[in-house]
């Protein structure tokens, strides 16, 4: 017997178990290789070249199809109205990446941005995992020119890798959602695999992940693209294909299957995720604008927190403080705002909204907080050591309280010698301790 | 009292000396020396000045000249000899003078790994940047690991899910890697080992496409076949260093075999109880004394009875076992040196390699299981200047009985080899998945030493590969390396999952085969010396729900096997049995279960299994005796004794390959189906065989005699657990047997001698 036949017979009905979504493609060409799977799948590219309206690319032993697409200014995506980007903040994109401002480049424009998106044959990464359709998106003159490159066979890879290099040489932005660890690594890994050299000058990374996380923190239940474009775009997609499902269709297809009609779903599944980083994009610009001028209330959703740090490190210290002022109601962004006033050392501010809070019948933590800075400022600012003992005794009253009731466990020791430890100073101050 | 002069108390004192079965001594050795090599680089032979090191063991030398030379070695010498300095050296040396050069360390365990950086970072050479690199690793420092590595310290799992399969990633290292160095070759035996070997075959396949081709360096225990291995796990050839320069003190070795407490039933005391007396007098007499016992379970119970007998100075003695913190090793070996601990139990964690200082006398509460084993543990003890001991108590079992009696096992050269199966066909595909992820194979690129063309295009059927102008591609969206462990040839592993306070929590994996037997409803499941029950068995979804319990006894299956020839590789005949090696089906049927109380281990109870049988191909020894061998004996008489043959060869086993014996399994008949001659079959318990039912075939001669003698040497009267297995087996007939095939192959081999 051959050794394949008895791993097939140990096996046994074990091979039943394995169903995926190839499942669902009939697998009765299995493994048809050779001349036919490449008769096939050329006629395949060919249905898709109709489909799409694209171009087949041949040259240096491999073949491609190009999808470009011309996207007029007034294009709207979701309930972004994509013309923005040629608005007044548009020249401003150095607000959200303090890291542009840290490569010493001046204003960074919509114009120098190229916005990047690929699908792939697998989703873990790793050697394995091809890149098989990679979108491009950049601003022209009269609205925004989309390119897409698609792989034709595997055995093209090399002259598809080498156009798409072409495409990110001439560009120092990219833009990627999650692209610095996913998109960019496969790239990466893939040129390397190919025996090309590397590229060069890897231009610098902008991704959207990073801001999207910290602008609509603990707002969203996840930051995956089709998330954060659901809630903070507002876009719905039609007869969008589930990312989990496009590695299987390539599949099919390199195997000679009539998938056309679901590859032309995966282009334009692309392009719409090329679309959202822009779109994306304008968002959050605009979401920094907007929430200066916003009346409490009826604000966008946002994290004011984020938002003031962000326009800190952006120099925009008013205008951080603005946006924490306008959105004080929350404990969190008081606490901010607080220490915001203390390190600029406006006590009196700070004496205020520390009353302010204290007046709030906080929890535990929030109650401490605005006894002990407010003990730190009558002490060591003001002088007033009656009046910052007044608070540590409120303190020690509270914390013995709570555990009195059995709220607090960890730290209890520790919060406790500390409030102590400050009343003994204290105390001494005022000469009532030798 | 000095240990030498206590020694002689003790060989005096008859309730020692009468258990004692063996008492050898192995003279003082000299070291050797060979002057440092002029071609180490200065650097070196300053730090080498600094330790006080003025010239090399004889051996630490052959290996720097083999390795400059660019040869592969394995290094045999035994425990303590500095086989870490030899293969650091040449290492080091060549990682100095070529900045672009790295190396690879693969250790099998992350406390082995953590040892090892230690000594590695103790040389202090400046810009030389080592790396652990295992599941513990922060992703940060991952990074700066593959960047600025020069070193990478690892284990071969990381290597197989995380480096391998990201290799692209770690262009840096593999550029220029040229040093793999494999710590304790021979612990990779078994699955293990036979995945390993497709692991280095994709390492040096990953290796070659950077342009790298590493000298591999090993090192292993002293085992029949280092260099077998070597050429199987490597696919080159080494120089095997195996003499070594270092010195030895003189060192006793005595085997204590506890005195029988129902001689009729060969019931013997057990090794708890007489590892912990023998421990006491060694330690009362303030020897440092380190005892090894062959379980979790028992290293706590002896280390409490020595506790409660060192009342007053119970700090003094000390547990030590496998998953303890580096400050805690730490404490417990600063305790050693500084006299302040003076006994240590510990399980099997401090077997390899680990150095935790030098102990007068090592005690060994049950055989170890494997000669490299035993010498591992065994030489925990011995210090260069002065004398050591080592007391091996053997325990009923079968395996120990023969070795008591036949100490020369030990002694002598080791009869066993550590084996593999590469080209098991389980294993063989998924590390053909595993290398085609990483990069793509042409048509007919060999795998290591493998042809594999028809693993291709089976992949390739079963669309996981797909063929483009000559090249296989990887083209399917899962990460295969992630659904393969190297411990198991299993296709599937069924998941023990825990219900507690209403939450799921995986306690473990099983391999499928063993679920029946293991894992069955109302099953008690022994899990890190806790107890579960098992409440409930998804078969569909692989899962075993438990819950804690704590009833006073445990679960035994019955199984029964049926077995199916496929084919026959090897075949022989002879006057006594006709012998065949061969590709089996074993159907599995486990119908019924046995309560067993523990201590007293009498059956309290049945239940029912209702599982289906299992099917596994796997490769099996078969022995079929010729008709005269049974003649005269009733059919039941037959079949008791066949089953007391299969109990007698499968025990002894271990003798001849490195294995538990519960890999191997057991099956008989009284009419095999197609030569229709009573049948004992032992194959190999995992998928495909890894390569224990082929050792078996090639030794069944010395089994068949080692059978004998162990129940000749038994001084039980009908039959006990240390020969033939409890008593309703037949001892005076399984022995007349074993006579008469033994004596039919002496006639043979003299009838041969003859003619030749």
Redesign the interface.
């Given at each position: 017997m051959k050794r394949l036949d008895l791993y097939r017979l140990g096996r046994g009905s074990q091979q039943e178990r394995a169903v995926g979504v190839d499942a669902q493609v009939p697998r009765s060409d299995r493994g048809k290789s050779g001349q036919r799977g490449r008769d096939r799948r050329f006629r395949l590219l060919e249905e898709l070249r109709e489909r799409t309206g694209g171009e087949i690319v041949t040259g240096d032993g491999g073949a491609l199809l190009l999808v470009e697409e011309h996207i007029p200014l007034d294009h709207r995506h979701g309930t972004v109205s994509l013309h923005e980007a040629f608005g007044a903040g548009s020249e401003r994109v150095g607000t959200l990446f303090p890291l542009i401002r840290e490569l010493g480049q001046g204003s960074v424009g919509f114009r120098d941005l190229l916005f990047f998106d690929i699908e792939t044959t697998g989703l873990s990464g790793g050697a394995g995992t091809y890149l098989f359709l990679a979108g491009f998106l950049r601003t022209v003159d009269d609205g925004f020119h989309l390119r897409q490159f698609f792989m034709h066979s595997l055995s093209s890879e090399r002259f598809f890798l080498e156009e798409i290099g072409r495409e990110l040489r001439e560009t120092p932005f990219l833009v990627s959602y999650n692209g610095k660890s996913y998109d960019y690594n496969i790239l990466r890994n893939r040129y390397i695999m190919a025996g090309l050299p590397s590229l060069e000058q890897e231009p610098v990374h902008l991704d959207l992940l990073y801001t999207s996380r910290r602008l609509w923190r603990g707002l969203f239940p996840e930051y995956t693209l089709s998330t954060v474009e659901e809630r903070a775009l507002g876009l719905r997609r039609f007869d969008d294909i589930p990312g989990w499902q496009i590695p299987a269709v390539y599949a099919d297809y390199l195997r000679g299957r009539e998938v056309s009609g679901e590859l032309t779903r995966i282009i334009f599944h692309n392009r719409g995720d090329v679309l959202s980083l822009l779109a994306l994009l304008l968002k959050q610009l605009g979401l920094i604008d907007s929430a200066l001028n916003a009346q409490p209330g009826t604000a966008e959703q946002y994290d004011p927190v984020a938002l003031s740090d962000i326009l800190i490190t952006d120099m925009r210290k008013e205008e951080a403080r603005t946006v924490l002022s306008a959105n004080r109601e929350s404990n969190e962004v008081l606490k901010r705002l607080i220490l915001m006033y203390k390190r600029d050392r406006q006590y009196d501010h700070a004496l205020r909204h520390l009353e302010e809070l204290h007046a709030r019948q906080a929890g535990l933590a929030d109650y401490l907080f605005s006894c002990t800075e407010a003990a730190k400022i009558y002490e060591h600012r003001v002088g007033d050591f009656e009046t910052a003992l007044r608070y540590t005794e409120r303190m020690l009253r509270r914390l013995e309280r709570a555990k009195q009731f059995g709220r607090i466990d960890a730290g209890f020791e520790q919060v406790r010698h500390e409030i102590l430890h400050r009343m003994k100073r204290l105390q001494r101050k005022l000469g009532r301790l030798v | 009292m000095h240990l030498e002069d206590f020694l002689e108390t003790l060989k005096s004192d008859p309730t020692f000396a009468r258990n004692v079965s063996y008492w050898g001594v192995r003279k003082a050795q000299e070291s050797r020396y060979s002057p440092i090599p002029d071609e180490v680089h200065p650097f070196l032979k300053k730090h080498l000045d600094h330790q006080g090191i003025e010239q090399l063991y004889t051996h630490q030398a052959e290996v720097f000249r083999a390795v400059r030379q660019g040869r592969d070695v394995v290094i045999t010498t035994p425990t303590a000899s500095g086989k870490s300095l030899a293969y650091n050296l040449p290492v080091l040396d060549e990682l100095i003078r070529n900045p672009d050069a790295k190396a690879l360390y693969l250790f099998p365990t992350k406390a082995l790994s953590q040892d090892q950086i230690k000594g590695l970072g103790a040389f202090e050479i400046p810009d030389l940047r080592l790396y652990i690199y295992d599941g513990d690793t922060p992703s940060s420092i991952r990074q700066s690991a593959r960047r600025n590595g020069r070193i990478i310290v690892t284990n071969p799992d990381m290597l197989h899910t995380g480096i391998l399969?990201?290799?692209?990633?770690w262009?840096k290292i593999f550029d220029g890697l040229q040093f793999i160095i494999l710590d304790e070759l021979h612990t990779y035996r078994g699955v293990f080992g036979s995945h390993l070997a497709n692991v280095m075959r994709r390492l040096v396949r990953v290796a070659s496409f950077y342009n790298s081709k590493p000298v591999f360096i090993a090192s292993s225990a002293t085992i029949d076949n280092p260099d077998e291995l070597f050429e199987q796990i490597t696919g080159r050839k080494p120089l095997v260093v195996a003499k070594s320069g270092a010195p030895l003190g003189e060192k006793h070795y005595i085997i204590y075999n506890p005195p029988l407490v129902a001689p009729e039933q060969g019931i013997r005391r057990g090794v708890v109880l007489e590892g912990h007396r023998v421990a006491t007098r060694f330690i009362k007499n303030g020897s440092a004394t380190i005892v090894f016992a062959r379980s979790r379970l028992n290293t706590e119970v002896i280390l409490s009875y020595l506790k409660k007998s060192f009342k007053g100075s119970a700090a003094r003695i000390a547990g030590y076992r496998g998953g303890y913190l580096p400050n805690e090793r730490r404490e417990i070996e600063l305790g050693l040196k500084e006299g302040s601990i003076i006994g240590i139990v510990s399980t099997n964690a401090l077997e390899l390699g680990i150095d935790i200082g030098s102990l007068d006398v090592s005690i060994l509460a049950g055989y170890p299981g494997s000669v490299a084993s035993f010498h591992q543990q065994a030489g925990r003890s011995g210090r260069t200047d002065r004398v050591s001991a080592s007391v091996l108590i053997t325990s009923n079992s079968p395996l120990d009985q023969y070795i008591a009696a036949h100490p020369e096992f030990l002694m002598e050269k080791s009869p066993e080899a550590a084996l593999i199966n590469p080209?098991n066909?389980?294993v063989l595909?998924d590390q053909v998945k595993c290398a085609?992820?990483?990069?793509?194979f042409r048509e007919t690129e060999p795998f290591g030493t493998e042809e594999i063309t028809?693993?291709l295009?089976?992949l390739?059927?079963?669309?996981v590969l797909?063929?483009?102008?000559g090249?296989y591609?990887?083209?399917?969206?899962?990460?295969?390396a992630?659904n393969v462990s190297l411990r198991s040839a299993s296709?599937?592993n069924f998941v023990i999952v825990l219900m507690e306070n209403g939450k799921r929590r995986v306690i473990g994996e099983m391999d499928r085969e063993s679920v029946p037997e293991i894992l069955f409803e109302n099953a008690i499941y022994i899990h890190g010396s806790e107890q579960y029950t098992v409440t409930k068995l998804d078969w569909d979804k692989q899962i075993a729900y438990v819950e804690r319990s704590r009833p006073n006894y445990y679960t035994d299956a019955l199984t029964k096997s049926d077995i199916k020839v496929?084919?026959h590789n090897l075949e022989e005949e002879h006057a006594a049995y006709r012998a065949f090696l061969s590709?089996v089906?074993v159907r599995t049927a486990a119908v019924k279960y046995k309560k067993i109380r523990f201590n007293t281990h009498e059956n309290i109870g049945y239940g029912d299994i209702n599982l289906p049988p299992t099917?596994?191909?796997?490769k099996s020894l078969i022995l079929s005796f010729q008709a005269h061998v049974f003649q005269g004996l009733s059919r039941d008489e037959c079949e008791n004794i066949l089953l007391a043959l299969a109990h007698l060869l499968k025990n002894i086993s271990p003798i001849y390959v490195m294995t538990d014996m519960r890999d191997i399994g057991t099956a008989e008949t009284l009419k095999e189906q197609v030569i229709g001659l009573p049948t004992v079959f032992l194959y190999d318990r995992y998928?495909?065989g890894v390569g224990l039912a082929d050792r078996l075939f090639e030794v069944k001669d010395e089994l068949l005699q080692a059978a004998l003698w162990r129940v000749q040497e038994c001084s039980c009267k009908d039959g006990c657990p240390s020969c033939v297995g409890p008593d309703r087996f037949n001892k005076k007939g399984t022995e007349e047997v074993l006579k008469r095939i033994l004596a039919r192959m002496l006639q043979e081999q003299e009838a041969g001698r003859k003619e030749g």
């Open positions: - | 399969p990201n290799h692209p990633k262009v080209s066909v389980y595909v085609a992820f990483e990069l793509p028809d693993v295009s089976y390739e059927e079963e669309e797909h063929c483009e102008e090249v591609h990887w083209q399917d969206r899962s990460y295969p992630e296709i599937s496929l084919e590709e089906l099917e596994m191909h796997t998928p495909g």
